[in-house]
């Protein structure tokens, strides 16, 4: 429960989930940074879509949440509340967070194509100092995490080395203690670049996420 009286959204509950895992194993969001090295970061911060209304039209704007390592999940939910009650008036509030991009560098940008747009963004990001002070370190969608159609979401255009995908939660047959019991269910995907995280090491944070998501705890330890 929020000190107000409001529960926290699933969200941002699972955001501080993540959050928490990260933090216990650490190498999950490492970013590429030449051949043979990569950095890992101590402070994590998760990039977020926010859908708002934009010229009448719902569209996924990009929220970045920093130090989620640090914040609560009453920190977390405050934030993405502020982020949906933002206005929009220009390409400038496009992002929703604060940024030095002017409003004719961003005009620029959206009205590139989009086989222009990810390349350029690719290359202003290969630093990863530069991707996480404007990116973050870990992409989180929730673009079907609403409605009643089962199935995973794949993200396929990332400069993360990690992407976590909510997918809708359904009422499904599972094995609860040796019997059949009807549960539900969420569906979720974990993409990694196999470039910075090897497979046993992915595996490891994805077993301790579902683990803590399973308990229903936020605890570090």
Avoid: C
Wanted: proline share 4%; aromatic share 8%; hydrophobic share 45%.
């Amino acid at each position: 429960m929020r000190g107000q009286g409001q529960q926290v959204s699933f969200t941002a509950w699972m955001i501080k989930a993540i959050s928490n895992s990260i933090g216990r194993n650490k190498y999950a969001h490492a970013m590429h940074l030449s051949k043979n090295k990569n950095i890992l970061f101590n402070n994590i911060d998760i990039a977020l879509p926010v859908e708002k209304v934009v010229a009448g039209i719902s569209v996924p704007l990009a929220l970045l949440i920093k130090e989620t390592n640090v914040k609560t999940a009453d920190d977390i939910q405050n934030e993405i509340d502020a982020a949906l009650g933002q206005a929009i008036v220009n390409e400038k509030d496009y992002i929703l967070n604060k940024h030095s991009l002017s409003k004719a560098s961003l005009n620029m940008y959206y009205r590139m194509p989009q086989w222009i747009r990810l390349p350029l963004m690719k290359w202003l990001f290969r630093n990863p100092f530069s991707a996480k002070k404007h990116a973050g370190t870990v992409m989180v969608t929730t673009v079907n995490a609403t409605g009643s159609s089962a199935g995973w979401i794949l993200p396929t255009r990332t400069m993360h080395s990690i992407a976590i995908s909510f997918g809708a939660i359904t009422k499904k047959p599972w094995v609860v203690n040796g019997e059949v019991a009807i549960r539900d269910i969420l569906h979720l995907t974990v993409t990694f670049d196999h470039d910075v995280i090897d497979g046993v090491p992915a595996r490891r944070f994805v077993q301790d996420l579902i683990t803590h998501i399973e308990k229903g705890i936020l605890s570090d330890n």
